[in-house]
């Protein structure tokens, strides 16, 4: 079974500053680990990735997060916020577990990020 | 440029009326998977295809149904059994896992589902 928990439904920053949002997953076996980004009406847009390479992980836009296996975290980090960042964040997990070629995602709820001039 | 093309990106829905969704892509992925989306609860998985031919139920299946005749088509309809249709749809496709992880999903700009 795997599960996801992103920590905080809404997260406001000032622009410039940085950015951590948190997110810890449970998993029964190696996961994936992805983070993506929604911005108001639109699909979303995968931000980075984590497969069991780096723990350290860039992605697009600036954005990095950490996997740490004894914490079973992978938050998402930026070191300054842009006016642009505002959107919707989702935490995803995946398992590598099964013979088939699908790898079932589970999402987190969620995290609104607000920047303010 | 390739990705995936969901229409119409707003639908309405009288009572009793089953609809379809489109959403067709050119990643040459195997697989895909619609979602639905509501405020607050992440997306859900409702149906998914590995292959052609092919498709399992995800976790919130009922009043929805799939088909998968081509390898770039993989229509949703939303039938009158569905009871709260209401909700923002998302397709996605990825490529084949490896030995190593998952294939990220790459998702579609959705279609705005509503009842009149």
């Known amino acids: 079974a795997q599960s996801v928990t992103q920590l905080d439904s809404h997260v406001s920053v000032s622009e410039g500053t940085p950015v951590l949002l948190r997110c810890n997953y449970s998993?029964?076996?190696?996961?994936?680990l992805f983070w993506y980004v929604q911005h108001p009406n639109k699909g979303l847009q995968l931000l980075l990735k984590?497969?069991?390479?780096?723990?350290l992980v860039k992605g697009i836009n600036g954005f990095e997060a950490e996997f740490k296996k004894s914490e079973t975290s992978f938050h998402l980090t930026k070191p300054s916020a842009h006016m642009s960042d505002a959107a919707e964040y989702f935490c995803?997990?995946?398992?590598?577990?099964?013979?088939?070629?699908?790898?079932?995602?589970?999402f987190g709820q969620g995290t609104i990020l607000t920047v303010h001039p | 440029d390739g990705g995936i093309t969901q229409s119409p990106k707003y639908l309405f829905r009288k009572e009793g009326q089953n609809v379809t969704l489109s959403c067709e892509q050119n990643?040459?992925?195997?697989?895909m998977y619609w979602y639905r989306q509501d405020p607050g609860q992440g997306l859900r998985l409702i149906y998914y295809s590995q292959i052609v031919n092919d498709f399992q139920k995800g976790d919130i299946a009922e009043g929805y149904s799939v088909s998968r005749e081509k390898k770039e088509s993989f229509p949703l309809t939303v039938t009158s059994a569905q009871k709260n249709p209401t909700a923002f749809y998302l397709c996605a496709s990825s490529g084949r896992r490896n030995i190593l992880s998952n294939q990220p999903q790459h998702f579609g700009d959705g279609t705005r589902l509503s009842i009149l």
């Open positions: 984590y497969t069991s390479a780096a723990t």
């Open positions: 998993s029964s076996y190696s996961p994936s």
């Open positions: 990643l040459n992925h195997d697989a």
């Open positions: 995803v997990v995946s398992d590598t577990a099964g013979g088939t070629s699908y790898g079932k995602l589970t």
